[in-house]
C-alpha cells in the first residue's frame, strides 16, 4: 500500500531534513509498502501542486509529524487535506501528537489516528489494517471509534536500533536544505541520529516519542551508514542530531575510531551533556574529526541546575568548555533563563558564567512548558499558564517577569558573547569559512522574533 508523508510548512528560515520521516519512509519500503516524502517546509508547493501529487499517488493513508512549535501549521495543513481528500484517514505522530493524543483527537476532527511513541512498525500496522480499519489491536495508536477516543496499550521499544533499515533522504533534493549557524562550516551536512531515548531528569524536555531508556546505533552501523551515503549524496560534513551523543563512552571511542580507521575524512559536530565528556574523549573525537560540540549549561547558579534536575554541577561545565578551548574545538553553549524560582541576580550568574568558560558560540533561551514535559503537569499549580490550542501549547514558564525583560536578557547574553574576544574571532572565522552571513539575522535576531510569531 502507499503512503504520502508531509512536512509542515514553517516561517523558520533554514529547513532541516525531517529524519523522522525519512525512517518512516525507510522501514515502509523495506517492509513491501511505498512512501513518498512532501516536504512543504523546503518546498513550498501551491495547494493544486499538492493535490495533483496526492491525486496521481492514490495513497491509502496520509501522515503528518506534529511538533509543538508547530501546532498551528500542521493542524491548518491535516485540515486543507481532509477537506480536499476525506476518503483519506491522516495520522499525526511525532512529540506533541505522543504526549496528548487524546486531546488531539478530541479537538482536531481532520486528525483520524495518532502514533504514539515511535512510529515505524506502528505505522507498517495501520497500513495492513486499512482494509478492515481494525485498530483495536494495535499497539501505540489512539483513534475515533464513533464519538469514541480510543488509546490502546504502549507500543515496546525498539531494542536493537542495527535492524532498522538507512532512513530514506534521497527523496528530497538534500542540496535545498540548509545548515543553521553556527553549523556547516565545510558545506552540506549529512544529518544523522545515533540513538533513541535519554536518562537524564531535566524537567523541561519531552520524552514522548523515545522515552528514558537509551538504544542506540553500533558503531559499526554508523560507519556504514555514512560509507552509504558519501557515494550517494554530495555531503562535506556529518552533525550528528542526538540529545546526548557521548552519553555510552565506550560507543564513541569505537566509532572514533573506526571513523580513523575507515578514513571517512569528513569533519563533524554533535551535541551532549557537559558531565558525559572526558579530555581524553575529547581529544579521540577532535582526532576523528570533530570540530564543533554543543553543550547545555543552562544556569551559572548550582541551586537552578538542581531545580531544572539537570544533575551536573558548575564544575562540569568548566571543566568541558575548557577541555574544548585548550584542544581547540570549537564550542556552542545554550543558556536558559525564566526559569523556576530563578531571581535576577542568578541569571546575572549565568552571564558571569559564560564570560568565564568564553565558548565559540552562544543559543539563550527563556523556559518554556511543552506538553510532555515534567513542567507540564506543573499548570495546575500555575493558572497563568496559558496551554491551550489557541497559543499551539505554548507559553514561558514565569509570569512573574516581564516577557520582554527575559527576550531582552537573552538578546544581552548573545551580543556580550559575541563582542568578547573569543567570540568576536569565533564569528569572525565562521562568517570568512561559510560566506553565511544570513547568521546575524538567524542567530540573533530571528530566534526571539520566532517566540512572537509562534504563539
Known sequence: MKVVLINPP?????PVPSLGLAYLAGYLKANNHDAIIMDLWVEPLSDQIVIDRISRYNPALIGVPLFTTLYHETVKLAAKLKKLFPSIPIIAGGPHA????????????CIDLVAIGEGEITLVEVIES????DFEQIKGIAFRKRSEVIVNSHREQIRDLDVLPFPDLEQVDIRKYKSSPPYGWYGLPLMMITSRGCPGRCIFCCKSVFGNSLKT?????????????KCRLPIKEIRFYDDDFTLSKKRIFKLCDLLIEERINL???CTTRVDYLTKELLAKMKKAGLYLISLGVESGSERVLKSLRKDYRIEHIRNAF?????LNIA???????????????????TLKLQKEIAPSFSGWGILEVFPGSPLFEQPRRHPDIKLNRENGYRDFYRKDIEEKYLRNFCLKGMVKNYLSVNGAKSMTKYLC?????????DHLWLKFNNYTTNR
Open 322 to 326: 575548557k577541555w574544548c578551548n585548550e
Open 433 to 441: 569559512k561559510t560566506r553565511n552571513f544570513s547568521i546575524l539575522k
Open 130 to 133: 486499512m482494509i478492515t480499519r
Open 217 to 229: 546505533y553500533s558503531a559499526e552501523r554508523i560507519v556504514k551508514e555514512i560509507q552509504h551515503w
Open 98 to 109: 505522543s504526549a496528548l493524543p487524546k486531546e488531539l483527537l478530541e479537538q482536531e476532527k
Open 10 to 14: 514553517s516561517q523558520y528560515s533554514r
Open 331 to 349: 564550542t556552542l553553549g545554550y543558556f536558559l533563563v525564566g526559569n523556576p524560582d530563578e531571581t535576577v541576580e542568578e541569571m546575572k550568574l
Open 267 to 269: 569533519p563533524w559536530s
